[in-house]
């Protein structure tokens, strides 16, 4: 049975940090590319940040760029996502997804993910 369990969520003022983690079990978690999105109330879910197989390849969507790091060690089958200059717009519930596919262009989309975590809640205040 494949399990994706987020947990580090929380509330934090803007400008604030947080550190979500993602700790897997069931799967080949090193053949897995492992993605973060998020989802806001009432708007879809979107891509957050990504992160290869071997953790050489990462892409992050704009808006986090440069505030986000993703990482993951495949010795503890976890990826986490460390979120630094917070701001209320980035208030939403944060899933980590495991992707089958060495191909890039599904990485960017939700669907393309087999599997899913239950959701970690961010909430920043301003």
């Known amino acids: 049975q494949v399990q994706l369990v987020e947990s580090g969520g929380g509330l934090v003022q803007a400008g604030g940090s947080l550190r979500l983690s993602c700790q897997t079990s069931?799967?080949?978690?090193?053949?897995?590319?492992m993605g973060w999105f998020r989802q806001a109330p009432g708007k879809e879910r979107e891509f957050v940040a990504v992160?290869?197989?071997?953790?050489?390849?990462?892409y992050y969507t704009i808006s986090v760029k440069g505030r986000f790091t993703i990482a993951r060690d495949n010795a503890k089958n976890t990826v986490a996502l460390f979120m630094s200059s917070l701001q209320p717009e980035d208030t939403a519930v944060y899933y980590c997804g495991a992707n089958p596919s060495l191909d890039g262009d599904t990485w960017y989309r939700p669907g393309e993910y087999e599997y899913w975590g239950q959701g970690a809640q961010v909430t920043v205040s301003s």
């Open positions: 069931g799967l080949t978690f090193s053949s897995y590319t």
């Open positions: 992160i290869s197989t071997s953790g050489a390849i990462t």
